[in-house]
C-alpha cells in the first residue's frame, strides 16, 4: 500500500501561505479592535450602504446646525454684552443729572454733565461692534457700521442747538431729530439697512432672528438723552441757567427711559438666546441617537473582537512553533 507524502516545496508553501493568512487575520483583528469598527464595511453591511449613508448625511447636517447655533450664540451673547456697556452709560449718569437738576447749583451740574460726550462715544462704540464678522446693530447690512462715527454725529447736532431759542425748542427739535420716521437719526446717524438681518437655520424648521438693531426706540431715546447733556456739557448753543436745568433735567429723564426700553430688547434677545439653547439641546439628542445607529452598523463586538484576536494569535503562534520544529527535521535528528 503506498503512503501518500508532502514534498519538502509543497509543505513550504502551504506554511507561507498559512503564515500570511494568520498574519493578515491578526492584522484585521487588530485594526478593528483598535478602531472599534469593521475593517471590511462592504462584507459586513452585506454590500448595502444605503442606511449607513442615510446616518452619516443626517450627522453632517446635524454639524451644520451646530456651526449655525454657535454662531448665533456668539452674536447673541456680542449683543447683550454690547447692550450692558450702553445701559451702564446711561445708568451711571442719568441720577447724578436728575439729583444735580433737583437741588445742585449750575457748576455741580456742569461737573455731572462732563462725562457726556465720552459717555455718548462708548455708546456709539458699543453699538458699532461685530461678532463672526458681522455688525451687531445694523441691521441686514452686516458688512458695516450701525452708526456714524461719534464726531459727524455732534456735528450734525450742535447747529441745531445753535439755532434754538430756548430749551424747549431744542427738546422738539432732538425728540424729531432721534425719534420720527426719516428724521436725521435715519438718514444720517444710522449707516444700516432698516430691514431684519437674514435668521439663522438652528434645527430643522427652526430659524432664529437676532432682534438687536440701532434703530430700536429704547436705544434712540437714550442716544438723544446722551447726546442732550453732550451738547450742554460742551456749550452748544447760549443758554441761560434755567434752559440748561431743563435741558439736562430732560436729557436724564430721556436716558432712564431708554434704558428702560433697552432692557425690553435685551429681553427679546434672551428668548432668542433661549430658543437657541432649547434647539442645541434637540440637536444633540437626535445627534447621539444617529452615532449610536453608526456605531450598530459599523461597529465589532470587542468581546468577540478580543477573542478571535486571542485565537489568531495562538494560530500565529502554533505556525511559528511547527515551523521551527520542521525546519530542524534530518536524518541525524531522526537516528539520534
Not at 447692550?83 to 443729572?97: F, H, N, R, Y
Not at 436716558?255 to 438666546?273: D, F, K, P, Q
Not at 465589532?300 to 505556525?319: F, I, K
Request: overall charge negative; cysteine-free; proline content about 4%.
Amino acid at each position: 500500500m503506498s503512503i501518500p507524502s508532502t514534498g519538502d516545496l509543497a509543505r513550504s508553501f502551504f506554511l507561507r501561505q498559512s503564515h500570511e493568512r494568520a498574519r493578515g487575520d491578526l492584522s484585521t483583528l487588530t485594526e478593528e479592535m483598535a478602531s472599534g469598527t469593521h475593517a471590511d464595511m462592504g462584507r459586513a453591511l452585506k454590500g448595502d450602504f444605503t442606511a449607513l449613508a442615510g446616518v452619516e448625511r443626517g450627522l453632517r447636517l446635524f454639524e451644520s446646525y451646530k456651526s449655525a447655533a454657535a454662531e448665533a450664540t456668539l452674536t447673541t451673547g456680542a449683543s447683550q454684552a454690547a447692550l450692558q456697556t450702553v445701559q451702564d452709560s446711561l445708568s451711571g449718569l442719568a441720577p447724578e443729572l436728575l439729583s444735580a437738576t433737583a437741588s445742585g447749583s449750575l457748576q455741580q451740574m456742569d461737573l455731572m454733565a462732563a462725562s457726556a460726550p465720552d459717555r455718548l462715544s462708548a455708546m456709539v462704540s458699543a453699538l458699532n461692534q461685530s461678532a463672526a464678522g458681522r455688525s451687531l446693530f445694523a441691521g441686514a447690512a452686516t458688512d458695516r457700521n450701525a452708526l456714524a462715527p461719534v464726531a459727524d454725529i455732534t456735528a450734525a447736532l450742535e447747529p441745531l442747538a445753535a439755532g434754538a431759542v430756548d430749551a424747549a425748542d431744542l427738546i422738539t427739535t432732538l425728540e424729531s431729530w432721534f425719534m420720527d420716521p426719516g428724521g436725521g437719526f435715519e438718514t444720517l446717524a444710522y449707516q444700516g439697512n432698516p430691514d431684519a438681518p437674514p435668521g439663522v437655520l438652528v434645527a430643522e424648521g427652526e430659524t432664529v432672528q437676532n432682534p438687536a438693531s440701532a434703530l430700536d426706540p429704547g436705544l434712540r431715546r437714550g442716544l438723544m438723552g446722551m447726546a442732550l447733556a453732550a451738547l450742554v456739557a460742551t456749550g452748544a448753543g447760549s443758554f441761560p441757567g434755567a434752559d440748561k436745568r431743563a435741558l439736562l433735567e430732560h436729557a436724564a429723564l430721556s436716558m432712564t427711559s431708554g434704558n428702560e426700553g433697552i432692557t425690553g430688547l435685551r429681553a427679546r434677545i434672551g428668548h432668542a438666546e433661549g430658543r437657541i439653547e432649547a434647539a442645541q439641546l434637540r440637536n444633540d439628542t437626535a445627534r447621539g441617537q444617529l452615532e449610536l445607529e453608526r456605531g450598530r452598523l459599523t461597529g465589532v463586538d470587542p468581546y468577540r473582537t478580543a477573542t478571535e484576536l486571542q485565537q489568531a494569535e495562538a494560530r500565529l503562534e502554533s505556525l511559528y512553533l511547527l515551523t521551527s520544529r520542521l525546519a530542524r527535521l534530518s536524518l541525524t535528528e531522526y537516528l539520534r
